[in-house]
């Protein structure tokens, strides 16, 4: 998959569907449980040679929900990858907050004048429904680290979806994640 610099989330941590931040019996999904999709979800816009937007992949292991939150911001090349932290979901109203380390690219700038990883906090605070992810996103550096959050609106994308049909059950789906989360990861 080519995407512009994409910034890819995983989702890896399990959510507790009751609203509060991430269960004990989520952070321990056996690896024989079944996952089924929820969906994907998308706003990107694509050009010959870039990508820009996000897209949300969402998975659901009994009371747990997992997947991969990506950001396209420019050129192709490999998507960065970082686990959800923090992450409620209230399955009555559709509430779902997540916040997420990742490295989008390299920075130089008072706090270095060498060249190092970006330092990238994402915090999502918004609603998961059946046709559409919406609400508002903050995308924090270490150059910027109180910038305003910007509205997002992801609607269903069966192109995304098709990446989905990989694993089922959640041991399979961490098998094929996990690596890329280990090479492509936060670098901080």
């Known amino acids: 998959m080519t995407r512009s610099t994409l910034a890819t989330v995983a989702l890896l941590v399990a ?24 969906g994907a979800f998308s706003n990107m816009r694509y050009t010959v040679e870039h990508a820009y937007g996000e897209a949300v992949l969402v998975w659901r292991s009994g009371h747990c929900i997992l997947g991969l939150f990506e950001s396209a911001q420019g050129l192709a ?8 932290q923090d992450v409620t979901h209230n399955p009555n109203t559709g509430a779902l907050r997540f916040s997420a380390k990742l490295t989008i690219g390299i920075v130089a700038g008072p706090t270095s004048t060498t060249p190092e990883p970006s330092r990238d906090l994402l915090k999502f605070d918004g609603t998961l429904g059946p046709a559409r992810v919406i609400g508002g996103l903050i995308h924090a550096t270490q150059l910027d680290p109180t910038p305003p959050a910007r509205t997002i609106m992801l609607t269903t994308s069966a192109k995304d979806a098709d990446l989905m049909h990989v694993s089922a059950t959640y041991g399979a789906w961490r098998e094929k994640w996990q690596p890329i989360v280990k090479r492509r990861g936060p670098k901080w």
């Open 15 to 38: 959510v507790s569907l009751q609203g509060a931040s991430q269960s004990n019996a989520c952070a321990s999904i056996a690896t024989t449980a079944p996952i089924s999709e929820i």
């Open 77 to 84: 090349g490999d998507t960065p990858i970082g686990e959800l």
